[in-house]
């Protein structure tokens, strides 16, 4: 999947990807929201109606969607490279020397960096 696409096809149902504005790689976490029946309906027939992904998204969610909440995930299970990204995203810069840092350290770096964050 492309980090672009407004909506996830999966066993023959259809969620939206709420967070698809900010996802910038296949490695990004996606925040989904599964289609009711009506909206499925209303999904596929603005589909044959000619409406992109985009515009079918603006119609289902027609404000800017931004997290009411923190969600806690856990770290042990985040590849090396969501790790990274996570780090990069929380500096607010890319620093292309993390790649070769060994994920149990990238792990300690996040958790540092979260502390830190914490306690402002």
Known sequence: MKAQHCFLH??????A???WRVRKNK????LLDPLDTQEF??????????FTDESIF???YPEK?????KVPI????????????????????????MIRMSTEDLR???????????AQ
Request: aromatic share 8%; glycine share 4%; charged share 25%.
């Open 10 to 15: 999966h066993r023959n149902n259809v969620y």
């Open 17 to 19: 990807v709420l967070n």
């Open 27 to 30: 490695f990004d976490v996606m």
């Open 41 to 50: 309906g209303q999904y596929q027939k603005l589909m044959k109606e000619g």
């Open 58 to 60: 603006k119609k289902f």
């Open 65 to 69: 969607i931004t997290p009411k909440r």
């Open 74 to 97: 856990t770290i042990e299970l985040l590849s090396k490279e969501q790790l990274t990204h996570l780090i990069n995203t929380r500096l607010g810069k890319t620093l292309t020397s």
């Open 108 to 118: 300690s770096l996040f958790l540092e960096i979260e502390e830190l964050a914490s």
